[in-house]
């Protein structure tokens, strides 16, 4: 059974720093692309940043780019993603999800077949 599980969300101010992680059991890791989206209410779930099996390729969402950094570490099973210079907009749930491609940092909510539960991140203003 895979369970990829998040942790890190919660309140922080305009400008201030949040780092998410995410634990995949299940599955072997190592050889599956990872990524990042999230979900504001009302809205749809958006790409924010993947990163390749061996970590040599990541990509980001405009929104994002320069502000957010997407890493793993293979021997701890596990994706993170360091959110600097947070603004209100970001406020969503956050979810890791699996890459069931061999697409380098996919992103398209297509390509992922197992999510975490996801974990709230709010900025205030």
């Known amino acids: 059974q895979v369970q990829l599980v998040e942790s890190g969300g919660g309140l922080v101010q305009a400008g201030g720093s949040l780092r998410l992680s995410c634990v995949v059991s299940?599955?072997?890791?190592?050889?599956?692309?990872m990524g990042w989206f999230r979900q504001a209410p009302g809205t749809e779930r958006e790409f924010v940043a993947a990163i390749s099996w061996s970590g040599g390729s990541t990509a980001y969402a405009d929104s994002v780019q320069g502000r957010f950094t997407i890493s793993r570490d293979n021997a701890k099973n596990m994706v993170t993603l360091q959110m600097n210079s947070l603004k209100p907009e970001d406020t969503a749930v956050y979810y890791c999800?699996?890459?069931?491609?061999?697409?380098?940092?996919?992103?398209?909510?297509?390509?992922?077949?197992?999510w975490g539960q996801g974990t709230q991140v709010t900025v205030s203003s």
């Open positions: 299940g599955r072997t890791f190592s050889n599956y692309h």
């Open positions: 999800a699996s890459d069931r491609t061999t697409v380098v940092a996919a992103t398209g909510v297509w390509a992922y077949d197992y």
